[in-house]
């Protein structure tokens, strides 16, 4: 079975520049998460979905980061304008219906902003 | 800030040697995780724990959760070079959603 993907894996884009991260959950889960992590933060929950309806944004870091999950098989998060500090790895998770406090991470997009 | 606090942050270890990894919650726990995240990979599932007390083995690597749902430790005996990589700790608080990843321990093993 595949798991949840992610795509682009890595990202190089320069400050002011727009920049989307996809995912694409396990089939048959409900519940999609995003996270950030970094060195000095670890991992921050951003974002969390379930049913396709964002339930918890309060990890959002500000307006420039918005997320979307148009159906059960598509998410997407958008920085807009991308600023250096944003440079981190990016996961998506995602849960089945009966487990959901059990994620299954995907393989996480590496952003660097310069 | 996190609620869950690992220690230590780093661990060296000689392959063969035992080391164990600790994480405390400054709330009850309603289960805990442990995630295992190899150098340039994703964190993965290892375990979970939801009973007061519980012990549970996986080859060599015991976890277990306090009497209080309150901590919690792994244990890896005979490390190998396999077992490089960071370990977290996550807890599921009051929801049954949101969980509190502790900052990891990252091991490494000299062979």
């Known amino acids: 079975d595949a798991g949840v993907i992610q795509s682009p894996r890595h990202e190089v884009t320069e400050m002011g520049q727009e920049v989307t991260l996809r995912c694409k959950p396990i089939s048959g889960h409900n519940s999609l998460f995003w996270y950030r992590q970094t060195m000095m933060r670890g991992l921050e929950l951003l974002i969390y979905f379930n049913n396709n309806v964002p339930i918890d944004d309060s990890g959002m870091p500000e307006d420039r980061f918005s997320a979307k999950m148009p159906n059960a098989s598509f998410s997407t998060l958008k920085i807009q304008p991308s600023e250096p500090r944003d440079s981190a790895v990016y996961f998506c998770?995602?849960?089945?219906?009966?487990?959901?406090?059990?994620?299954?991470f995907g393989p996480g997009t590496r952003l660097t902003v310069l | 800030g996190q609620q869950v606090m690992q220690i230590p942050q780093y661990q060296h270890v000689q392959e063969g040697e035992d080391f164990t990894t600790y994480c405390n919650s400054s709330t009850t726990l309603s289960n805990i995780q442990w995630y295992k995240q190899r150098p340039g990979g994703h964190p993965v599932f290892l375990i979970q724990?939801?009973?007061?007390?519980e012990v549970k083995k996986q080859k060599r690597l015991t976890f277990q959760f306090g009497e209080a749902k309150k901590n919690s430790s792994l244990h890896i005996t005979a490390t190998q070079t396999t077992d490089v990589g960071t370990y977290f700790c996550a807890g599921l608080l009051s929801n049954d959603y949101k969980l509190s990843f502790g900052a990891g321990t990252t091991v490494t093993v000299r062979a």
């Open positions: 724990l939801v009973k007061s007390g």
């Open positions: 998770a995602s849960s089945p219906p009966t487990r959901t406090d059990t994620q299954y």
